[in-house]
C-alpha cells in the first residue's frame, strides 16, 4: 500500500471519482445534449456561420472532447502528486 | 508522368517506406511482439493509434456518408470520436497500471476466472475478424480503382504488405510503420480539402471554411453562406435540409451511445494503452490520440459540405436546369466506367439532372466522393496519386493492428494461459507469428469473397465491443464487489441479447428491419447501448446473489486505482 493508511486511498479515490463525473456529465450535455437531444433549439442560434446544434454535432463536441481528456489529465496528474501515489 | 505512373511511383514509395521500417524495428521477444516492449512515446503512440482506428471506412466512405445525409451523418463523427474520452477518463491509466499484454488478461485475473479469460477472447477474435475483412475489401477497391488490377490481385498485394511487417515487426514494427502511414494518410486528405476551401470561400482552414460565405466567380464575397446554399439547394431538390436531421431522435441518441461505448471496448484500440511507460503516458496518449483524429474528423464535415455543392452544381449547372452530358467534366465519364456513377435520361433531353424523386437522372455511389474530390477539384495529378496511397495506408494501418490483435489472442490468451501454460518466450512468438500468418489468410479470404454485408457486419463488431467488454472492464475497475459469476452473466447477456438482434433483423428478417418493428424505434446499429445496460443490470442481479470477491483480487483492484509501482507491462 502506498498510501499512508486506508482513509487516504479512500479519499484519493473518491476526489478521483468526483472530477471522472464532472467531466462525463460536460461530455454527455456537448454530445448527447446539444448535438442531439436539444440540436433543434440550438439551430435556432448562428454561431460564425452556422446553426448552432449542427455545429456542436459536426465540430464542436470534438473540440470539447479534447478540453476534457487534457484537463483530466493535468488535474490527474496533480492529484497523484498531492497524495504522493505519482509513479518515480 | 501520367496520373497512372504516378499513382505507381507514390504507392510504391510508400510500400517500400512501411517495409523498410519494419526491418529496422522489428520484434525480438514476445514483450516487443506484443506491446512494443512498453517503451513508445506517449505522442508517437498517439499517432500510431490514431492510424489504426481510422480504417479505410473513416477514410474513404464518411465523408461520402456525411455528404449525402448532412446532420444524420453526425452521429459517426461524434460516436468515433466521443469514446476517446471514456478510454482516457475510465479505462486507459487503470489498465496500463494493471500491467499485461491483452484484454482478456485483465478480465481473465480481475474475475479470477478461466471462462470469463475465454469469454473475453471470443468477442476479441470476433470483433477483430469482423473488421479485418472488411479492410481487406476496402484495400482491393482502392488498388482496383487506381492502379487498373483486379480486387482480388488488389487483396493478393494487400495480405502480402500487411503479413510482411506485422509478422516480421509485431507490435514494435506495426507501432512505427503506422506513424508513417498516419502522415500519409493525413497529407492525402488534408491536400484536396484545403484546397477546396481556398477556392470555394477563401479561408485556409476547412473547418472555418464550411461555416463562411461562397466566394463568387471574381473571387468576391457573395453574401451567401455556404450551409444557407446547401440547405436551399437540397430543398429545392426534394431533399430533406442538410443541417437537419431526418432520423428518429431516439435512434440517433443510441446509434450515437453504441459507437462510443464500442469504440471504449475495442480490444484493438484498449491494446495501445498497455504499450506507454508510465500510467501518466497512458493518459497523455489518449488525448494525444484524439488530437490525431480529430484532424481528420473535424475536417470531414467540412470536406462533405464542399463536395455536395460542387456535385450539384457540376450535374445540375448553376441555373438548377441541368448540364448537357456531352459537356460533362470528364470525371463523370472516367467513373461511369467504373460504374459508380449512372446516367439515366428519362427525358430525353441530353442533359443530367440529380433530384429526389422522379426527376432524378443520376446514380451515385457514396464511397466516390473522397476519391474523385481532386478531380472535381481540378486539382493536379500528384494530388489523385496521393489519395490513392492515403486510402491504402488507412486500409493497411487498422489490417495490421487488428491481426495483431488476432495473433495475440492466439498464442497468449488461449495457448500460454490455457492451453500449454509452459512454453518458452520463443515458441510462444513462433505461434504468435503462425497465428498471424493464419489470420492473414482468413482476412484475404473474407476481402475476396465478402460475405456481401460488410457494413452490416461492422454494426455487429461496435455492438458487441459495447455490450460485452465495456461493461465488464469498468466495472472490473470502478467496482471492487463484482464477482465473477455478475461478469460472466452481463458479458452473456449483453452479448447474447445484441447478436440476437442484430441477426434477427439484418440476417433473418431483412424485409421487416424498419422503425415500426424496431425496439422502441433502435435500429440494430444502436443496438449496442441497450445490450450495454442489460449487461449492467444482469450482472449487478447476479452479483448480489452470489459469493463475494476474494480479498486478493479485492486488493488487486485497489493496487491498480492508483500510478505509483507501475512496472512495465509484464507477463507475471
Redesign the interface.
Known amino acids: ?3 499512508e493508511d486506508k482513509s487516504k ?1 479512500d479519499q ?2 473518491q476526489e ?2 468526483n472530477l ?1 463525473i464532472k ?2 456529465v460536460i ?1 454527455a450535455t456537448v ?2 445534449g446539444f ?3 436539444l ?2 433549439v440550438l ?1 435556432a442560434i448562428t454561431f ?4 448552432l446544434g ?2 456542436f ?3 464542436g ?3 470539447v ?2 478540453v ?3 484537463y ?2 493535468a488535474k ?2 496533480k492529484l ?1 502528486e498531492k ?6 | 508522368m501520367d496520373v497512372q505512373t504516378l499513382t505507381y511511383t507514390i504507392v510504391g514509395m510508400t510500400f517500400a517506406l512501411y517495409i523498410v521500417i519494419a526491418i529496422w524495428s522489428r520484434a525480438g521477444s514476445t514483450k516487443e511482439f506484443y506491446v512494443a516492449g512498453g517503451g513508445v512515446h506517449p505522442i508517437v503512440n498517439g499517432m500510431a493509434t490514431a492510424a489504426d482506428w481510422m480504417s479505410a471506412a473513416s477514410f474513404i466512405s464518411l465523408a461520402g456518408i456525411v455528404s449525402f445525409v448532412g446532420y444524420d451523418g453526425s452521429v459517426y463523427i461524434m460516436g468515433w470520436t466521443g469514446g476517446y474520452v471514456l478510454l482516457a477518463l475510465l479505462m486507459a491509466p487503470y489498465l496500463r497500471k494493471f500491467g499485461k499484454f491483452t484484454v482478456p488478461d485483465f478480465v481473465g485475473d480481475r474475475y479470477y476466472s478461466q471462462t470469463a479469460r475465454t469469454v473475453a477472447v471470443i468477442c476479441a477474435l470476433v470483433v477483430s475478424f469482423t473488421y479485418i475483412a472488411g479492410q481487406m475489401r476496402g484495400t482491393g477497391v482502392v488498388f482496383s480503382r487506381f492502379l487498373e488490377v483486379d480486387i482480388d490481385t488488389g487483396v493478393y498485394i494487400g495480405m502480402a504488405v500487411v503479413f510482411f511487417y506485422s509478422v516480421l515487426g509485431g507490435m514494435k514494427g506495426i507501432t512505427y510503420t503506422q506513424v508513417a502511414q498516419y502522415c500519409v494518410m493525413i497529407f492525402a486528405f488534408m491536400v484536396p480539402a484545403i484546397f477546396l476551401s481556398i477556392m470555394m470561400t477563401g479561408h485556409f482552414f476547412p473547418q472555418i471554411g464550411f461555416g463562411s460565405e461562397l466566394l463568387d466567380a471574381s473571387g468576391n464575397n457573395s453574401g451567401v453562406y455556404l450551409l444557407d446554399k446547401l440547405d436551399g439547394l437540397s430543398t429545392q431538390l426534394g431533399f430533406a435540409e442538410y443541417t437537419v436531421g431526418t432520423k428518429d431522435t431516439i435512434d440517433v441518441f443510441f446509434i450515437c451511445g453504441a459507437l462510443m461505448f464500442g469504440t471504449a471496448g475495442l480490444p484493438h484500440v484498449i491494446v495501445r494503452f498497455f504499450t506507454v511507460p508510465r500510467v501518466k503516458d497512458a493518459r497523455t496518449s489518449a488525448g494525444w490520440t484524439l488530437v490525431f483524429i480529430a484532424i481528420l474528423y473535424t475536417t470531414i464535415p467540412a470536406l462533405a459540405a464542399f463536395s455536395r455543392v460542387n456535385m450539384i452544381e457540376t450535374i445540375n449547372g448553376a441555373d438548377g436546369q441541368g448540364v448537357s452530358h456531352a459537356e460533362a467534366p470528364s470525371w463523370i465519364n472516367s467513373w461511369e466506367r467504373t460504374g459508380l456513377i449512372a446516367w439515366d435520361d428519362k427525358n430525353g433531353d441530353g442533359k443530367m439532372f440529380y433530384a429526389k424523386g422522379e426527376t432524378n437522372e443520376m446514380t451515385i455511389d457514396r464511397d466516390i466522393i473522397v476519391l474523385a474530390t481532386p478531380e472535381i477539384a481540378n486539382l493536379p495529378a500528384w494530388v489523385i496519386a496521393l489519395i490513392a496511397a492515403g486510402g491504402l495506408a488507412a486500409a493497411l494501418s487498422t489490417s495490421a493492428g487488428l491481426l495483431l490483435v488476432i495473433s495475440t489472442s492466439v498464442s497468449h490468451d488461449l495457448l500460454k494461459k490455457n492451453m500449454m501454460p509452459d512454453i518458452s518466450d520463443k515458441r510462444e512468438l513462433m505461434y504468435a507469428r503462425m497465428a498471424a500468418g493464419v489470420g492473414v489468410l482468413i482476412a484475404g479470404y473474407f476481402g475476396i469473397n465478402p460475405p456481401g454485408f460488410v457494413a452490416a457486419v461492422v454494426a455487429i463488431a461496435f455492438g458487441l465491443a459495447a455490450s460485452s467488454l465495456f461493461p465488464a472492464i469498468t466495472m472490473g475497475i470502478f467496482s471492487k464487489k463484482m464477482n465473477k459469476e455478475g461478469a460472466i452473466s452481463g458479458m452473456a447477456a449483453g452479448l447474447l441479447f445484441s447478436i440476437g438482434y442484430i441477426v434477427y433483423f439484418k440476417f433473418l428478417n431483412p424485409a421487416i428491419n424498419t422503425a415500426e418493428h424496431w425496439l422502441f424505434g433502435i435500429s440494430p446499429e444502436g443496438i449496442g447501448l441497450l445490450g450495454m445496460c442489460l449487461n449492467f443490470v444482469v450482472a449487478i442481479l447476479v452479483c448480489r446473489m452470489t459469493a463475494p470477491v476474494p480479498q486478493d483480487v479485492q486488493e488487486m483492484v485497489e493496487a491498480i486505482r492508483f500510478p505509483k509501482g507501475s512496472g512495465e507491462a509484464s507477463d507475471h
Open positions: 500500500m502506498s498510501f486511498a484519493y479515490w478521483n471519482i471522472v467531466l462525463l461530455w454530445s448527447f448535438g442531439i437531444l440540436v433543434d439551430n460564425m456561420g452556422f446553426k449542427f455545429w454535432a459536426q465540430q463536441a470534438i473540440y472532447f479534447l476534457l481528456i487534457f483530466y489529465r490527474a496528474n497523484d497524495y504522493g501515489v505519482q509513479e518515480d
